[in-house]
């Protein structure tokens, strides 16, 4: 059963590693929501996102990726529990025309949360550094993680909305952004 009416739709935002689509998808079913990978939708339309860069450049993938994000949210029908692409709050603003706004909405949605494992920049790179050389479809190396992160990490603590300490269990970082959806939702 849905809580909230189709219109409503919960951001997660943060870096790769921060449990956006680990703690999404749970939290979608506490609240009998969709839950929509944006990195897999990317990979569902336009294959792998390294071969893609490869030959579109980086600057090519944030076009594409946000207009299959536009795709992926004009399809929606219910509510919907969104994971988003580590980088894509921190795409420049050139990006696509409607970028610089797009953006904006986002990080002032009344559902945006913001997941990182620690506010604090040297323990949010160990953290997100050793989630990420875990995953073994990644090809990074410390280094190139370590230096995305610090790259980004201003950008994220930046953003006006929601944070969460994702450094917990999934299970319960989903059920307190879930307290936090539905506080939002019934006001």
């Known amino acids: 059963m849905h809580t909230a009416a189709p219109h409503f739709v919960v951001h997660l935002v943060g870096p790769g590693g921060a449990g956006k689509t680990t703690a999404g998808p749970l939290l979608a079913g506490r609240l009998g929501w969709r839950f929509v990978d944006l990195d897999r939708e990317f990979i569902a339309r336009e294959g792998d996102v390294a071969a893609y ?3 579109h450049g980086y600057a090519g993938y944030a076009q594409r990726n946000v207009a299959v994000y536009r795709e992926a949210m004009n399809a929606r029908s219910a509510p919907t529990v969104f994971a988003l692409s580590s980088g894509f709050m921190t795409y420049g603003a050139t990006t696509e025309a409607q970028y610089a706004v797009l953006r904006q909405a986002i990080e002032h949605g009344a ?3 913001l997941l990182l494992p620690s506010f604090d920049l040297e323990t949010c790179v ?5 989630r ?3 995953r073994p479809y990644l090809s990074g190396n410390r280094a190139n993680e370590e230096a995305r992160i610090r790259e980004r990490f201003p950008a994220f603590m930046a953003l006006q909305c929601a944070r969460f300490d994702s450094s917990e269990a999934p299970r319960e970082l989903a059920m307190r952004i879930e307290q936090f959806v539905r506080a939002r939702c019934a006001a």
Do not use: K, Y
């Not at 160990?126 to 050793?130: D, R, S, T």
């Open 53 to 55: 860069m490869a030959v």
């Open 111 to 113: 559902l945006t949360a």
């Open 126 to 130: 160990e953290a997100i550094v050793q």
């Open 132 to 134: 990420q050389l875990a």
